[in-house]
Nanobody, 119 residues
């Protein structure tokens, strides 16, 4: 499984951005996928995600501002970010947990995409 993320950029506070992450390879083996972010000097944290059965959730800190969606046809997961705040500035990564054909669980990351929110 490979992940390709895109869509970051520089935006003013209150603005919006949409991130995209396309999965390729053995995508039917993906158990869960989501968006994470890592701000300078902080650990990577989960922002939003999907399970294989389609359940989605976002963390409380972005609830009401961010929404995650998944296009199963193109195997793309999106993160719509509205009302962005300077504290949302981070490198955003898409990640997935998948199983190999012999049922070994593995994780994979896409390349990060920088989101910078100016005040």
């Amino acid at each position: 499984v490979q992940l390709q993320a895109s869509g970051g950029g520089l935006v003013e506070a209150g603005g919006s951005l949409r991130l995209s992450c396309v999965a390729s390879g053995s995508t039917s083996n993906i158990n869960a996928r989501g968006w994470y972010r890592q701000a300078p000097g902080k650990e990577r944290e989960l922002v939003a995600g999907f399970t294989k059965d389609g359940r989605d959730d976002v963390v409380d800190s972005v609830k009401g501002r961010f929404a995650v969606s998944w296009d199963s046809i193109t195997d793309t997961i999106y993160l719509q970010m509205n009302d962005l705040k300077p504290e949302d500035t981070a490198i955003y990564y898409c990640g997935a947990i998948y199983h190999t054909d012999d049922l070994v669980l593995k994780s994979v990351w896409g390349q990060g995409t920088q989101v910078t929110v100016s005040s």
